[in-house]
Nanobody, 115 residues
Framework: VQLVESGGGLVRPGGSLRLSCPTSQFTYGHTDMSWVRQAPGKQPEWVSSINSDGSLTDYAGPVKGRFTISRDTAKKTLYLQMNSLKVEDTAVYYC?????????WGQGTQVTVSS
């Protein structure tokens, strides 16, 4: 199973990006999902999670108030809206089919925050 993340890019500090991940390849899209990121030279870290129907979310401290996880169950797509981006948000971002996961899946999408 390959989860194909998209939406990454180069953005200046304070900017925004929205990441996407199709969930249809995994249990027909009905599973808890997480976003995980891995910065250069660092271990992967959990960013955010959402339950199967989108009614429950959770965020890691460094992104709380700036990132919003959501999902479109009809389109079977997971999103991560990232606002007020900081240099320290630079990482490869992955979606993962588990609540609270810090295990990357798929190829990831590169997010670079730089002035």
């Amino acid at each position: 199973v390959q989860l194909v993340e998209s939406g990454g890019g180069l953005v200046r500090p304070g900017g925004s990006l929205r990441l996407s991940c199709p969930t249809s390849q995994f249990t027909y899209g009905h599973t808890d999902m997480s976003w995980v990121r891995q910065a250069p030279g660092k271990q992967p870290e959990w960013v955010s999670s959402i339950n199967s129907d989108g009614s429950l979310t959770d965020y890691a401290g460094p992104v709380k108030g700036r990132f919003t996880i959501s999902r479109d169950t009809a389109k079977k797509t997971l999103y991560l809206q990232m606002n007020s981006l900081k240099v320290e948000d630079t990482a490869v971002y992955y979606c993962s089919p588990t609540w609270g996961s810090s295990t990357p899946w798929g190829q990831g999408t590169q997010v670079t925050v730089s002035s």
